[in-house]
């Protein structure tokens, strides 16, 4: 689900990539970034952005309730769009996965995009590899049943936050070479030097073959309001288009 992050991250060139977006859901997205580096931000942008597009509604699935619109852009108060946007609570991963399990059951509309946060708060309750693989593999089949669901012409993209921990524990590094495997996708988000109470960060998104990758600069207000300008180097660097031979964080 490349297409509709880069559309937020790309706000000037929605208009031209909504159309191919409207045909092909696109490979399942990982964004990774340390705490506070803005992954519910932009996955609530992310939200907003397919809920404009004129299709089904959006399933947003966190372990608790926002406490603020994180994105404050005028999509964030636009009552139609947020009226696409079912949020649910599976507050433990036995919920999750009864949700998950039980989403043929679901009445209305196929939702045409998957929202999960907080992956990692879920994986902590049983950190075992497996249990990883399991989850991963059960998103992905939600998915794609929502897919089927919504027939032809239809899709249900998938874009999964992960909090990344800090170097050095191998249980983590585990876990996300097996989640690696699921979601060939992945935007990464570094933290940069901030300016003037901003905390910035680098967003890079590999998007699996499918595009090339793109870097921008993600800064967030003391009020909560979020700017994305392009990464410098990708105006002048030909090499920042080109992917990564590695599939770790740039």
Avoid at 27 to 39: A, F
């Amino acid at each position: 689900m490349a297409g509709t992050l880069r559309r937020v991250l790309s706000p000037g060139k929605a208009a031209e990539s909504r159309e191919d977006s409207l045909a092909e859901a696109g490979p399942p997205l990982l964004l990774l970034g340390g705490p506070g580096s803005g992954k519910t931000a932009l996955l609530f942008a992310a939200a907003l952005e397919a809920a404009g597009e004129g299709r089904g509604p959006v399933l947003f699935l966190t372990r608790r309730p926002l406490q603020s619109l994180p994105s404050r852009t005028p999509a964030a108060f636009d009552p139609l769009r947020l009226q696409k946007i079912r949020f649910q609570y599976p507050p433990s991963t036995h919920e999750l996965l009864q949700l998950l399990c039980s989403a043929h059951e679901a009445r209305g509309p196929a939702p045409f995009l998957l929202l999960l946060d907080g992956l990692e708060e879920y994986l902590a309750e049983d950190p075992e590899p497996q249990e990883a693989a399991y989850l991963a593999a059960l998103l992905l089949d939600t998915a794609a049943h929502f897919s089927h669901q919504a027939g032809p012409g239809g899709g249900c993209g998938l874009i999964v936050a992960l909090q990344t921990q800090e170097e050095g524990n191998s249980g983590d590094a585990l876990q996300l070479s097996i989640l690696q495997r699921y979601f060939p996708a992945q935007c990464w988000l570094q933290p940069i030097a901030p300016g003037s109470g901003e905390r910035c960060f680098r967003a890079c998104l590999e998007p699996c073959g499918l595009g090339p990758r793109a870097e921008w600069c993600v800064a967030f207000q003391p009020d909560g309001e979020m700017t994305v300008t392009p990464w410098p180097t990708q105006a002048g660097d030909p090499s920042s288009d080109k992917s990564s031979s590695s599939r770790g964080q740039p």
